[in-house]
């Protein structure tokens, strides 16, 4: 792997990513595929496992059949590990596929068949403090280090799959024209079973009470970090070292706390204001 990142599309992308741009652009998907969108460390492994159990009527033992990026493919990462693509056309449709690219980027086929998206976003400053823990291990993205450089880099988009700012917008205003369900991570954490039952309802599932409380129970934070098919921990070494910390972090809302100092959080502040005045879209930023 090379710690680098290039330009594809007027977006920073992992140099081992974007040199298989056109097979990720020319992705078929199928009529019914659903697509889990996010930008990085927003909630997309926690949605992945939410989907599959309600895809799977709640069932714990059907969703411990494989890890969750096998039973979840994503489909930037096809060529470097597996499922790659052969795997992924054998799967019996409807397929759930997960990606982080921006609605600009999202290969044509999803939108021509009128696929299903669900879209998680978080608030920026923990996106930010989760994506630079992250970053140590990925093996290609460059190094994090240090702190402040990583923050400004933020700003600026010039991290893996650009800038939070236009991804999180993006999605905001496709969703009046496309089938996307908007969910946040701070609601799935204040209120998980009511966004367990829309994600549900979106996907046409009509689950029992019981069903939707065993769900919210499965994917909670700490029963994840404690089972092997939705902990991450497999992932292959190559690509994700977790020598000196695992994927699941701590899962909580306001963390950015523990990195920001009251100046980065002034700039931050300032910056942010400018970047989202054009949209309509706003967080509960934790204070
Ligand atoms: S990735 O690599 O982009 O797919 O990462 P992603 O899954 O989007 O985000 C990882 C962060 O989500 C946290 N996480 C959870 N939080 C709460 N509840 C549950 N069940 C859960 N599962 C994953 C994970 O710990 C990462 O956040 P941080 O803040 O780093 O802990």
């Known amino acids: ?49 939410i989907v599959d159990l309600i895809m799977n009527d709640g069932d714990e033992q059907i969703c411990r059949r494989a890890p969750v990026y096998e039973r979840i493919p994503f489909i930037e990462l096809l060529h470097l590990m597996k499922p790659g693509m052969e795997e992924v056309n054998a799967m019996p449709s409807p397929r759930i596929l997960k990606s982080h690219l921006p609605v600009h980027l999202v290969p044509p086929s999803f939108w021509r068949h009128d696929c299903k998206v669900i879209y998680v976003a978080r608030n920026a400053r923990d996106t930010v403090t989760s994506y630079y823990h992250f970053d140590q291990m990925l093996q290609f993205h460059p190094d994090p280090n240090p702190w402040e450089n990583y923050l400004e880099r933020f700003m600026k988009g010039e991290v893996g799959w650009g800038s939070w700012y236009d ?89 950015w706390k523990t990195m920001f100092t009251v100046q980065q959080n002034e700039i931050f502040e300032d910056d942010y204001r400018r970047q989202m005045e054009d949209s309509s879209l706003t967080f509960h930023n934790p204070k």
């Open 1 to 49: 792997m090379q710690r680098r990142l290039t330009v594809v599309e007027g977006m920073a992308l992992a140099q081992d990513i974007a040199q298989n741009w056109q097979q990720i652009w020319n992705f078929q998907a199928r009529k019914g595929d659903v697509l889990l969108d996010t930008y990085p460390k927003s909630g997309t492994t926690w949605m992945q496992e």
């Open 167 to 255: 991804h999180v917008k993006g999605f905001w205003e496709m969703k009046e024209k496309h089938q996307i369900l908007y969910i946040f991570f701070e609601d799935l954490k204040k209120t998980p079973l009511q966004q367990i039952q829309k994600v549900a309802h979106f996907l046409g599932k009509n689950l029992p009470e019981e069903t939707l409380s065993q769900i919210a129970r499965l994917s909670t934070f700490d029963h994840m970090k404690n089972n092997p098919m939705a902990n991450n921990s497999d992932f292959p070494k190559e690509i994700l070292n977790q020598s000196k910390s695992g994927f699941m972090r701590k899962g909580k809302v306001g963390d």
